[in-house]
């Protein structure tokens, strides 16, 4: 039987069950990150690729009026989005998009900011995770098919200007994804990596 959890996440309360990812405690940074630069970002609204529950861009955009369109490919991840975001108040500026993120996005729409937070475990080691939804950890050979699929995204739906703050799992995996076209084209530049408790976290900005 699905039972609905409800945890804090920064100042917000998000239900969730056991078919999408248990919300990370440490990834409220990446709310943090997205939210200093959503503070000076050019007007527009917040892009969230890979929402889950869609709680790290709620916390991002709760401080702002800005607003947020979640991409999820897991209904019952859009409804836990939907949900949460009626939770929080923010229901009249959250859109929740049902989509691969491949095909969520219209080719004219821009962002100022976009977070991603794409699956990023190798597919061997999956396996580790046992408590967690394949499809929300499985990110291909090396863990970056799905990261991969979000730059291209990034690349296309980062307004001049823009930041993105993508979410993998290793330092090392950054190193692989700055081969991306993306990157080596000009159109993007990984301009800073931190890592945080249990993953790492990337500033994108689109810089041609
Ligand atoms: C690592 S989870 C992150 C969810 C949430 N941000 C969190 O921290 O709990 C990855 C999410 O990506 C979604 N996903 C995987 N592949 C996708 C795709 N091609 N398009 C859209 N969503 C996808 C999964 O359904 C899952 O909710």
């Given at each position: 039987?699905?039972?609905?959890?409800?945890i804090d996440?920064g100042?917000?309360?998000?239900?969730?069950?056991?078919?999408?990812?248990?919300?990370?405690?440490?990834t409220?940074?990446?709310?943090?990150?997205?939210?200093?630069?959503?503070?000076t970002?050019?007007?527009?609204?917040?892009?969230?690729?890979?929402?889950?529950?869609?709680?790290?861009?709620?916390?991002?955009?709760a401080?702002?009026?800005?607003?947020?369109?979640?991409v999820?490919?897991?209904?019952?991840?859009?409804?836990?989005?939907r949900?949460?975001?009626?939770?929080a108040g923010m229901?009249?500026?959250?859109?929740?998009?049902?989509s691969?993120?491949?095909?969520?996005?219209?080719?004219?729409?821009?962002?100022?900011?976009?977070?991603?937070?794409?699956?990023?475990?190798?597919r061997?080691?999956?396996?580790r995770?046992?408590?967690?939804?394949?499809t929300?950890?499985?990110?291909?050979?090396d863990?970056?098919?799905?990261?991969?699929?979000?730059?291209?995204?990034?690349?296309?739906?980062l307004?001049?200007?823009?930041?993105?703050?993508?979410?993998?799992?290793?330092?090392?995996?950054?190193?692989?994804?700055?081969?991306?076209?993306?990157?080596?084209?000009g159109?993007?530049?990984?301009?800073?990596?931190?890592?945080e408790?249990?993953?790492?976290?990337?500033r994108?900005?689109?810089?041609g």
């Open positions: 039987m699905t039972v609905t959890e409800r996440f100042s917000l309360t998000i239900a969730f069950d056991d078919r999408v990812l248990r919300p990370r405690e440490w409220a940074a990446q709310s943090r990150w997205a939210a200093d630069l959503i503070a970002a050019a007007d527009g609204p917040v892009l969230e690729l890979c929402a889950g529950a869609g709680h790290i861009g709620l916390l991002a955009v401080a702002s009026e800005r607003r947020l369109v979640c999820d490919a897991s209904a019952v991840a859009c409804d836990y989005a949900a949460n975001a009626q939770a229901a009249e500026r959250v859109e929740v998009r049902e691969r993120l491949e095909e969520a996005l219209r080719p004219d729409e821009q962002f100022p900011v976009v977070i991603a937070d794409p699956p990023w475990v190798p061997e080691e999956t396996g995770y046992p408590e967690d939804p394949l929300a950890i499985d990110g291909g050979d863990g970056l098919d799905v990261a991969r699929a979000c730059l291209a995204v990034i690349a296309d739906h307004s001049p200007g823009g930041s993105a703050v993508l979410q993998v799992g290793t330092r090392e995996q950054t190193d692989v994804l700055r081969a991306e076209p993306c990157f080596a084209d159109r993007l530049a990984m301009i800073e990596v931190r890592q408790a249990r993953g790492v976290l990337a994108i900005d689109r810089v």
